[in-house]
């Protein structure tokens, strides 16, 4: 796990150190609630989400996330209109998926703004958790490449899921006019950076080039539960940043991945 610092204001600062690799889109951990082959009743289902998030709704994690968040949308002046979700993964037996989800879910109620989730993992009984919720489901597999609302800042939370999803959102977003309403909670672009081997760097265009332009801030990972919001940074892009660049710097080549390398669940 990468070396931090907390500032004045209680954050946590990301230090330029390697850390584990990123995980894969399907969260896995030793807190599965039942393997996924076993049949689990929808409201079962519903009791453990609902207790995964208040467990989040009570915790110093989230009033911290929270404090972060504001300050962001407060210095952009663009109010949140939409929440978009990739990745969320098997919510109806994976405590780290439901507790992820409680999140979500907060931050819809908080925000006062509609939520898409989407994920190729994604079962029957999780699109009738996710119908029950009312939640809107994304109707096709994106891949991450989802435009900004230009009239107010969208969203975007990816937990855990590949670093192509980061990647081909900061591709399709790759201007001022669409970054400056973007903003994106997911792994940390420092760690993905410093990750990830020189080799692959040039796939991952975006995500390097990004270092000129984005702040990235990080909230304590002080859950109860200390993988389920590890290595989790807020992420906005600045006006003062992303106008200073050189426009050459927004040539943007569509992004191919190595299939060695990709842990990206396809639409292909």
Not at 201 to 213: A, G, N, P, T, V
Request: glycine content about 2%.
């Amino acid at each position: 796990m990468a070396n931090s610092t907390t500032d004045s204001d209680g954050f946590v600062t990301v230090s330029k150190k390697k850390s584990a690799k990123a995980k894969r889109l399907v969260n896995s951990d030793p807190l599965l609630v039942s393997p996924v082959f076993e049949p689990i009743a929808l409201d079962t289902c519903l009791k453990n989400i609902s207790k995964a998030k208040a467990e989040v709704e009570l915790s110093i994690f989230y009033k911290s996330f929270l404090t972060l968040l504001t300050e962001i949308i407060e210095k952009r002046k663009k109010p949140i209109t939409q929440i978009i979700c990739f990745g969320l993964g098997r919510i109806s037996t994976c405590k780290t998926a439901q507790h992820q989800l409680g999140l979500l879910l907060l931050l819809g109620e908080h925000l006062l703004c509609p939520i898409e989730v989407f994920d190729p993992v994604f079962s029957s009984i999780e699109k009738d958790i996710i119908s029950h919720l009312k939640l809107k489901l994304a109707a096709t597999n994106c891949e991450g490449k989802r435009k900004a609302v230009l009239s107010s800042s969208s969203f975007f939370i990816f937990p855990h899921c590949p670093k192509e999803l980061s990647n081909n959102l900061l591709y399709t977003n790759w201007s001022p006019s669409h970054l400056e309403h973007c903003i994106l909670y997911a792994n940390s672009f420092e760690k993905i950076r410093l990750d990830t081997p020189d080799r692959f760097l040039k796939s991952y265009h975006y995500l390097h080039r990004s270092i000129e332009i984005v702040e990235e801030l990080a909230v304590p990972n002080n859950f109860r539960f200390p993988d389920i919001f590890n290595d989790l940074s807020l992420h906005h892009f600045p006006s003062e940043l992303i106008y200073s660049v050189h426009s050459s710097f927004w040539e943007s080549p569509e992004p191919t991945y190595p299939a060695a390398e990709t842990e990206l669940i396809s639409e292909k």
